[in-house]
Nanobody
Framework: QVQLVESGGGLVQPGGSLRLSCISS????????MAWYRQPPGGQRALVAS???????NYQESRQGRFTISKDNAKNTLYLEIDSIKSEDTGVYYC?????????WGLGTQVTVSS
């Protein structure tokens, strides 16, 4: 079973930037679609951004412009860059990949925005 491992989270001040990474144990070209989700404290997991195999990106409307999803096929890695970070971006960020049959998930990386 493919494994996804997120990294890059931590404590960041409002207005700062952060880049999250998600490394796959297998070739990410197998995934029709990959995505980042955020689960806020006490809240439900929700989609932040997604990226298709042919690099078509979609963003949750409220985060469009500050978030950039991308991938490096050679490194089997999915990225999420967050600019002008806000307190509302706090949460656990999860990476997901769907190969058309199964959705795989990582264990998440914590992002805390605080001054």
């Amino acid at each position: 079973q493919v494994q996804l491992v997120e990294s890059g989270g931590g404590l960041v001040q409002p207005g700062g930037s952060l880049r999250l990474s998600c490394i796959s144990s297998e070739n990410i070209f197998r995934f029709h679609n990959m995505a980042w989700y955020r689960q806020p404290p006490g809240g439900q997991r929700a989609l932040v951004a997604s990226l298709t195999r042919d690099d078509t990106a979609n963003y949750q409307e409220s985060r469009q412009g500050r978030f950039t999803i991308s991938k490096d096929n050679a490194k089997n890695t999915l990225y999420l860059e967050i600019d002008s970070i806000k307190s509302e971006d706090t949460g656990v960020y999860y990476c997901s990949g769907n190969d058309g049959l199964v959705s795989s998930w990582g264990l998440g990386t914590q992002v805390t925005v605080s001054s």
